[in-house]
C-alpha cells in the first residue's frame, strides 16, 4: 500500500486528508478520506512532483503523464495516468472517495505513484479543458510515500 497525507494549503487553511493507493489485478484502487473541504466537486488527479512545499502547490507540477496523452476522464482510453476525475465533497465538508486505475502502478515502474503528489483543486475537473480540466487553484497537497 501507498500512502498520501494531504496538508492544509495555506495558513488557515482547513482541508487535511489521507489517500491510499492498492495495486492488485493490474489494477490500482485509490480510497480518499477528506475532511475540511469546501462542499461540492474538486479535481483530483496524481501530480508529476511530490513536492507540496510552495504554497499554492505549483511546486507538485503538471498531472501525472508518463505515457505522454491528453488530460481526460477516468472513463477515456486516452487520458493522463494522473486523471482520477473528481471528488464529491459533502455538505459537512468530508468526501470518503472510491476510484480505480488501469494507468497506475504501486510497483516501481515509470507508472508508478511513488514520490507522486496528490492535489485536490479548488473547482470541477470539466475532464476536456487542456492540460487541466480547468480545476483552478490547489487546496490540499500530499506526497505519495510507501508505507
Ligand atoms: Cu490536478
Ligand atoms: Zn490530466
Request: proline content about 6%.
Amino acid at each position: 500500500r501507498v500512502m498520501t497525507n494531504l496538508k492544509m494549503a495555506r495558513e488557515g487553511g482547513t482541508v487535511a486528508g489521507e489517500v491510499t493507493f492498492t495495486e492488485s489485478g493490474g489494477e490500482v484502487a485509490v480510497v480518499a478520506h477528506i475532511t475540511g473541504a469546501p462542499p461540492g466537486m474538486h479535481g483530483f488527479h496524481v501530480h508529476e512532483g511530490g513536492e507540496c512545499s510552495s504554497p499554492d502547490f505549483t511546486s507538485a507540477g503538471g498531472h501525472f503523464d508518463p505515457t505522454d496523452m491528453p488530460h481526460g476522464a477516468p472513463s477515456d482510453m486516452e487520458r493522463h495516468a494522473g486523471d482520477l476525475g473528481n471528488v464529491e465533497v459533502a455538505e459537512d465538508g468530508t468526501a470518503n472517495h472510491e476510484a480505480s486505475s488501469s494507468m497506475l502502478t504501486v510497483a516501481a515502474g515509470p507508472s508508478s505513484v511513488v514520490g507522486r503528489g496528490v492535489i485536490l483543486h479548488e473547482d470541477p475537473d470539466d475532464m476536456v479543458t487542456q492540460p487541466t480540466g480547468a480545476a483552478g487553484g490547489r487546496i490540499a497537497c500530499g506526497a505519495s510515500k510507501v508505507l
